[in-house]
């Protein structure tokens, strides 16, 4: 009578099923099956589930070296990498948001330090600190650059936006809300102080992010704040 609510209809249809995609698969929107054989980074804490042989372990803190290690420093503890290894299904997700695959082919993409989920170990990755905003927004702002060959899979709150950048048509994007950019393009930092009344973030400056000349940026609907701002 009630059957389409029946524990059996509901394993049905959310049970997980293998879609046949390779290394990483969108298990839903906001799960992300990772087909382990090898090795992979992941995001730390991002593990919701796995089945098989599999071994994880913190970032090692000489493991990319001391400049890596200096600026981890710096950005404190949304860096955190987990390195899974062996065989097995390794289910990963970030507080539900959105999940996006990327699979680089010898090209470049920066990713704002919260939003990068997991990348493979083929791909060669450098973390860059925004110190000019450091002090202006609340908690600075990261992001780490990725490059090579390989698979990378990015969060965003609810769906991204991708804007075209072209020189004759700069974006300015709230860098709370900037997910990720094209490797070649460097953000400036404008601020705009007529803005600030309409920001309602509390004292600091209204900084955006500018973005010039060949490339795309990603934003989210979403202002991710990084410290909670209590008075």
Not at 61 to 76: N, P, Q, S, W
Not at 200 to 228: A, D, L, T
């Amino acid at each position: 009578m009630m059957s389409r609510y029946s524990i059996d209809e509901f394993v049905n249809k959310t049970k997980q099923e293998d879609k046949g995609e390779g290394l990483f698969e969108l298990e839903s929107p906001r799960i992300l099956e990772i087909n382990l054989t090898n090795q992979i980074w992941t995001k730390a804490g991002a593990m919701i589930s796995y089945r098989g042989k599999i071994k994880f372990e913190r970032e090692g803190i000489l493991e990319h070296g001391l400049g890596k290690l200096f600026k981890k420093a710096l950005t404190g503890e949304g860096t955190s990498l987990m390195k899974a290894t062996g065989n097995g299904k390794l289910y990963v997700a970030d507080q539900g948001k959105k999940i996006s695959i990327l699979h680089l082919q010898g090209d470049s993409i920066f990713v704002n330090g919260n939003d990068l989920l997991a990348f493979e170990p083929t791909i060669n990755w450098d973390i860059k600190l925004m110190r000019k905003v450091a002090g202006m927004l609340s908690g600075g702002l990261f992001n780490v650059r990725l490059e090579g060959k390989g698979m990378v899979a990015i969060t965003s709150h609810y769906e991204p936006l991708t804007l075209l950048v072209t020189p004759d048509n700069p974006v300015f994007t709230d860098p709370n809300a900037t997910v990720a950019w094209s490797g070649n393009l460097q953000p400036e930092f404008v601020t705009d102080i007529s803005f600030k009344t309409f920001i309602g973030r509390g004292s600091g400056e209204s900084v955006q992010m500018k973005f010039s000349g060949n490339g795309f940026v990603v934003v989210q609907p979403f202002e991710e704040v990084y410290y909670s701002e209590q008075s």
